[in-house]
């Protein structure tokens, strides 16, 4: 083989396994933002289930206290 294909065929093999970690590495980024993006999306939907439960309602939808 002539010994310059050689060269680009190792330039391009070396090219696509730095490619091919990049690719792992981004994928395993991805995989825990989504992780994260799931915590976090759980945890609104608590935070604002209890705040419509906390809130105080208008003054026409409260019922009396007890000594009127």
Known sequence: MDKEVEERLI???TALTLNEKY???L???VI???KKI???V???QYLLAKLEEDTVKPLSEETPP???
Do not use: I
């Open 32 to 34: 825990e933002q989504g």
């Open 38 to 40: 799931d915590y976090l």
């Open 42 to 44: 759980k945890q609104n």
């Open 23 to 25: 690719v792992e590495d």
């Open 66 to 68: 007890p000594h009127y």
């Open 27 to 29: 994928n395993a980024v």
């Open 11 to 13: 330039a391009l093999e």
